[in-house]
């Protein structure tokens, strides 16, 4: 039981860390390539991608708050840090 929640707390860490770097990814290299020098081809994979991995993340963050049993305080403020950008570099100190 112990052991699996530190895997799925692993696994939250690692796919946080991963998610923040594909936002950083789409804000600031392939959205300004769209919309600045109208080179629209990325936004697409770097979207998708990102798109995956927050579902991802936020399959994970729920099994954080029922399985672990995070509060929900730290659960909602993870879905915050989620959502701004560098904010996932910050997880481990709600875990």
Do not use: D
Not at 16 to 28: P, R
Not at 49 to 73: E, N, W, Y
């Amino acid at each position: 039981m112990e052991n699996s929640n530190q895997n799925i707390t692993n696994w939250f860490l690692k796919i946080g860390k991963i998610e923040g770097y594909s936002y950083l990814i789409l804000v600031f290299f392939a959205m300004p390539l769209k919309y600045i020098f109208h080179i629209p081809e990325y936004v697409r994979p770097v979207g998708t991608l990102h798109g995956v991995l927050f579902v991802a993340f936020m399959i994970l963050l729920a099994l954080m708050f029922f399985k672990v049993k995070m509060s929900f305080k730290n659960a909602a403020l993870c879905f915050l840090l989620s959502l701004v950008p560098f904010g996932t570099f910050f997880l481990k100190r709600l875990v």
